[in-house]
């Protein structure tokens, strides 16, 4: 019986050893170990046995069915992680393929430069200010030392729709309405929005455009804080190492007037294409504002002094992002747009 | 303003400086130099030739071969210019010259004749057609009979001369002169401005014997000055003269016009010359012009007068517009031999509005417009008689006609050096101060430690001490000044629940993909209340330059969807835009009513993932989403009603309500409007945006978060075609009690195994109690009474 119990025992083993699915060592287990097997049915037959050698006899039918039940499980996790390795092979994808897009959209480019400015100036303290861009020409002129008349006015043919109503040329009306609405106060602000000139459009003109000016009032305001102003804003915008410098120039509502040019962010100061080499790309027009701009508001100019900029973020797009022609910005062409999602950050 | 640096020199040192390195110092002391033209252009090897002969080239009509004289030799050249001619004085660009534009002159052989260079025009010496004198526009140009054979004619003509353009400000009409500039330049290299010498003969008989003078306007006509000058010859001005004018932008017409031009060039007053027999009546009377009087002025045009518009007659009729254009019947031809030198200050404001009325600007009106200096008036008038006399060989009459009322008081403008340092931001000091005062030839005394200064006519743009501070700080230096920041104390700055509200909106459009669009305000009549919200009075421009640009759009929708069909011509299918901006409504007042809207359009696929198999066109509902969504993100609850706009899909169109009030429109657009536009399924929206962001919200306080499970019933239900769910949704939440947390439409079949006109529409309602866990015989009783109340109302359960 010792023999017959070892015979099965290498018999077993080999068909475990065999088993190459699942199934076939499942149908090992019930073959040997299953409630109708040969071990089992050696078990039964101990009865048959002297009563002396049945504990013996009995242990050993244990022993060889715990190394059987153990050969057979440990085959058993072998195959299984086997087969589910087979299946994972089975389902591999090609990841090469393109993901499901995720729609995406995106801000318009004159948004994006417009939105960097407000946000710069917002850090520094200005307030976000806005006005209609259908405006009274004493808003848009009177009050900004342009009376009727004058020959500044030739500068910027404007489109009336009444005598005294026009579409604003600028968004300096803004500030207009601010220095009349603060009756006196210190003021901070930035004015970006949509004006309107009469100009043919073409790859530089365009009847309609975007700008941004900036107003700050208060006392003892300086000329030199109008140059520390913009240097921040320079090298926010167009990098760390943009110097600037000033030139005079002239706006009837500011007095002293000076243009701001802004080292070449290309060339670094060397002369390219961009800056046409002169090393230096004007970015905006400043100025303190005009003591009777001051007066007309109701400000005291010698209590309170201020200065204005104002600049055309279609401009600074244009320099920033390379775009040659000022109608991309109205055509709406996707190929154009999309191309401002990515982050520059 | 084009300057000539050599005509500049008559009058300061330029230190022998570089055209472009004193270009440069121009521009950062404040008149911009907009460009440095080398009048040479980098010309060689041209020189005076003198044609020996000139016989025409046997195979060729319209080509002459001429034997000229270049100095070194003679030799044949072939030229095809009408004009040549047996014993010219000539332009020769010799073998080997280089011209403007690249050319290089070779010797050539012209059907069968050897050339040996060219005879050049002006315009092959990178002169402009239009300066170039009337008499060799067509052809080659002619020089004076002693110009020296062989000789340079760069060197001679005036052509090895660099002129700098300025880009002038308004308010610098001061440099638009020679000697404005020259002013300008020596308070900037520390020059000595040298004015003309003028000195002539005059004949014993006075001007006032042969000319009398009326001024009826004296506001618009405070100074007149008039010169008589007899016995000239109207001739060609030697060519110094020419070459300058042309240097400075002016066609040389002859003499006498050559030197008013001059004149008004060097000092910046206007002058006007009148043939003195064609006035006939030897007075001058200024007036306004009567109503409808007509005068044909130089240009050949006929002028129809009006009472506000200043003249000069000869007492009878109108011979020029004042300040603007000289008349015709009075205009100085070769026959003239007796000439009135008109100088005048004539009233700003006048000589813009008529040079407006007249569509004429020229020299003379854009110098009056911006105001003349009153104490270059008679200077003028005397130099301009002084080269009169020396060029057309004139005899001047002494004295001269004057009308004088006009004030040539300097201003006086006080300032303390304190204030200066304080606006600037720095220190200047006051010895500094005084400096560059004295550089800029303004009169200065230093009183009790103030500035006293007395400005110059010729200034008129300094009036305040502000613009002192400029003067000095520019010729300073702007690079001097410190960069600092405001010392105030600091203010928070942001934006308003507004702005911050629209960035929101915008965020939202775009993650949700659509891209932002700009289009423009003004557009057609016929576009400008397509899909308007509210339909109001257009608004026209006064002056449009356009019909397509000509009203203020009251619908952000027509010009949205022209970019659409742009992309889509452009085979970009798929296209979805969003845009805020204005609308224009009429007002209460004179001002608009400026709505900020918010349209969106969307064509071809919305999602589109084709390998994959998913594709799903736009429709109606993509926008609605997108409506809803941004209600939910702003807190808004807003309803949809079905509705009707002219161009949408009548079955397809719902307005957007908001509290009671319809604030915007989704549809899809009409077929025939589709076509028209050459687009396909097209869904629109367009949203009072200001209603929505104007919206106050209340502030956010979170739910609890549910601690028993809900529970979920499906119905499906037959209901007639007609029905809207959310007709039966209002039945189900009504019928559902306070156990009924949600209500969703999961399913919709329209198909062929639904019995004619009948839908089926399945809803999965929500039960929850906060409280407890639900039992399921506490659902089925609420459950029971919504399927009560479907039947109740006609709908059919689908099992
Ligand atoms: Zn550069």
């Known amino acids: 019986m010792e023999a017959q119990l070892q015979e099965l025992k290498t018999q077993a083993l080999e068909k475990i050893a065999s088993a190459s699915t699942v199934k076939e060592l499942n149908d090992v287990r019930v073959a040997y170990l299953g409630k109708k097997g040969p071990i089992t049915d050696l078990l039964k037959g101990m009865g048959k046995l002297p009563a002396e050698e049945r504990p013996k006899m009995g242990a050993l039918v244990n022993v060889v069915r715990e190394q059987v039940t153990s050969q057979l499980e440990g085959r058993m996790v072998l195959l299984e992680e086997e087969a589910i390795n087979a299946k994972l092979q089975s389902e591999t994808i090609d990841i090469t393929l393109p993901g499901r897009p995720v729609k995406t959209g995106n801000s318009h480019p004159l948004t994006r430069v417009v939105e960097e400015i407000e946000d710069l100036f917002i850090s520094m303290g200005y307030e976000v200010a806005e006005g209609p861009e259908v405006e009274k020409d004493y808003y848009n002129f009177e009050a900004l030392n342009l009376p009727k008349g004058h020959p500044a006015r030739d500068m910027q043919d404007s489109f009336y729709i009444t005598e005294d109503v026009l579409l604003r040329t600028h968004t300096s009306p803004v500030q207009a309405r601010t220095m009349e609405a603060k009756g006196g106060e210190p003021i901070k602000i930035i004015c970006p929005g949509k004006v309107y000139r009469r100009d043919s459009d073409d790859a530089t003109h365009s009847h309609q455009f975007t700008q941004i000016e900036g107003l700050v009032i208060g006392e003892d305001i300086r000329m030199s804080d109008l140059k520390g102003t913009l240097s921040v804003f320079a090298k926010k915008m167009f990098g760390d190492d943009r110097e600037i410098r000033l030139r005079p120039s002239f706006f009837p509502f500011t007095e002293p007037s000076v243009e701001m040019d802004i080292s070449c962010f290309k060339c670094g100061g060397s002369g390219c294409n961009v800056c046409k080499k002169t090393g230096w790309i004007e970015i905006l027009g400043a100025g303190m504002v005009h003591p009777n701009v001051l007066e007309m508001a109701g400000y005291d100019s010698k209590r309170l002094t201020g200065f204005a900029f104002g600049m055309g973020p279609e401009r600074i797009a244009m320099l920033k992002y390379g775009v040659e022609d000022i109608r991309h910005f109205y055509t709406n062409d996707v190929r154009f747009l999309s191309q401002f999602q990515r982050t520059e950050l | 303003m084009l300057v000539s640096i050599n005509w500049l020199k008559d009058y300061v040192n330029t230190q022998q400086l570089p055209p472009a390195e004193l270009g440069e110092k121009i521009t950062r002391s404040g008149i911009e130099v907009d460009a440095v033209i080398d009048r040479s252009h980098g010309m060689t090897n041209v020189v005076v030739g003198y044609v020996e002969s000139c016989v025409k080239h046997p195979e060729a009509d319209k080509l002459s071969i001429c034997q000229v004289d270049v100095g070194e030799e003679t030799t044949q050249i072939i030229c095809g210019a009408p004009n040549i001619a047996e014993g010219q004085k000539v332009i020769v660009a010799r073998p080997g010259a280089k011209l403007p534009g690249g050319m290089k002159i070779k010797k050539a052989k012209l059907r069968g004749e050897e050339s040996n260079g060219m005879i050049c025009s002006l315009q092959e010496l990178g002169i402009e057609g239009k300066l170039v004198p009337k008499a060799y526009a067509e052809g080659i140009y002619v020089l004076p009979a002693d110009s020296e054979t062989g000789s340079d004619v760069i060197a001679n003509f005036n052509l090895d001369d660099t002129v700098l353009e300025l880009g002038l400000t308004p308010n610098r009409a001061d440099a638009m002169s020679m000697l404005g500039v020259a002013y300008e330049v020596g308070a900037i290299l520390s020059e000595e401005v040298k004015l003309p010498e003028i000195s002539y003969q005059e004949s014993a008989d006075t001007a006032a014997s042969m000319l009398t003078l009326t001024v009826d306007a004296p506001e618009a006509n405070p100074l007149y000055v008039a010169k008589v000058i007899r016995n000239i010859k109207v001739q060609e001005s030697p060519m110094w003269l020419q070459q300058r004018l042309m240097a400075a932008g002016v066609r040389p017409h002859n003499n006498v016009v050559d030197v008013t031009n001059y004149v008004l060039m060097e000092y910046g007053q206007p002058l006007h010359a009148f043939d003195y027999d064609l006035l006939g009546t030897g007075n001058i009377t200024v007036r306004h012009a009567k109503e409808g009087e007509m005068i044909t002025t130089l240009d050949d045009a006929e002028r129809k007068l009006s009472a506000h518009q200043l003249v000069i007659t000869n007492g009878k009729k109108p011979v020029a517009i004042a300040g603007v254009m000289g008349g015709a019947n009075s205009e100085v031809s070769d026959a003239t031999t007796t000439v009135v030198i008109e100088s005048a200050y004539f009233e700003s404001g006048s000589v813009r509005q008529t040079s407006k009325d007249h569509g004429l600007r020229s020299d003379a009106s854009s110098r009056f417009e911006k105001g003349v200096d009153p104490n270059r008036v008679i200077p003028a008038a005397e130099r301009a008689a002084q080269l009169l006399s020396e060029l057309a060989g004139g005899e001047v009459l002494s004295g001269s006609v004057v009308f004088d009322k006009v004030s040539k008081d300097e201003k006086i403008v006080k300032v303390s050096p304190d204030f200066i340092n304080s606006r600037l931001g720095m220190k200047i000091a ?64 942001g934006l308003t629940p507004y702005q911050a509200k629209r960035r929101i909106v915008r965020n939202f459009l775009e993650g949700a993909g659509l891209l932002q669009a700009t289009t423009y305000s003004l557009t057609s009549e016929k576009s400008a209340k397509q899909f308007a919200l509210e339909k109001t009075e257009t608004t026209r421009l006064l002056m449009p330059m356009s019909e397509e640009r000509s009203i203020l759009r009251q619908s952000l929708l027509p010009h949205l969807l022209e970019s659409v069909t742009y992309n889509t011509a452009r085979r970009i299918d798929s296209v979805a835009l969003y845009e805020t901006g204005a609308v224009f409504l009429k007002g209460n007042d004179e001002l608009l009513n400026e709505q900020e809207h918010l349209a969106v359009a969307i064509t071809g696929l919305w999602l589109d993932n084709s390998w994959q198999g998913e594709k799903k066109p736009v429709d109606f509902f993509v926008l609605k989403g997108i409506v809803e969504g941004l209600g939910a993100k702003l807190g808004a609850e807003l309803t949809f009603e079905r509705g009707q706009m002219d161009d949408l899909h009548p079955g397809r169109t719902a307005f957007v309500v908001l509290g009671g009030q319809r604030i915007g429109v989704i549809g899809q657009l009409h077929p025939s409007e589709q076509k028209a536009r050459d687009l396909k399924t097209t869904v629109v929206m367009e949203l009072n945006l200001a209603a929505l962001l104007n919206l106050e919200t209340e502030s956010l306080v979170y739910t609890q978060v549910p601690r028993y499970p809900s529970m979920s019933r499906d119905v499906a239900l037959v209901l007639s075609k007609f029905v809207e769910a959310a007709t039966i949704e209002n039945v189900i939440r009504s019928a559902g009690g306070k156990l009924l947390k949600d209500v969703r439409v999961f399913d919709l079949y329209e198909g062929d195994k639904m019995e004619e006109g009948k839908k089926s529409v399945a809803f999965s309602l929500t039960y929850f109690d906060p409280e407890k866990t639900l039992t399921d015989e506490e659902v089925t009783k609420a459950h029971d009474k919504v399927l009560a109340a479907l039947t109740e109302v006609g709908a059919e359960l689908r099992s």
Request: aromatic fraction near 4%; glycine fraction near 4%.
């Open chain 2, 430 to 493: 006051f010895e500094e101060m005084l400096d560059i005062l004295n550089r800029l030839k303004f009169t200065t005394e230093a009183v009790n430690g103030q500035l006293v200064i007395s400005v110059p006519t010729r200034r008129q743009d300094i009036q305040i001490p502000e613009d002192i501070i400029e003067e000095i700080a520019r010729l300073h230096g702007y690079d001097e000044i410190p960069a600092t920041l405001p010392e105030a104390e600091t203010t928070p700055g």
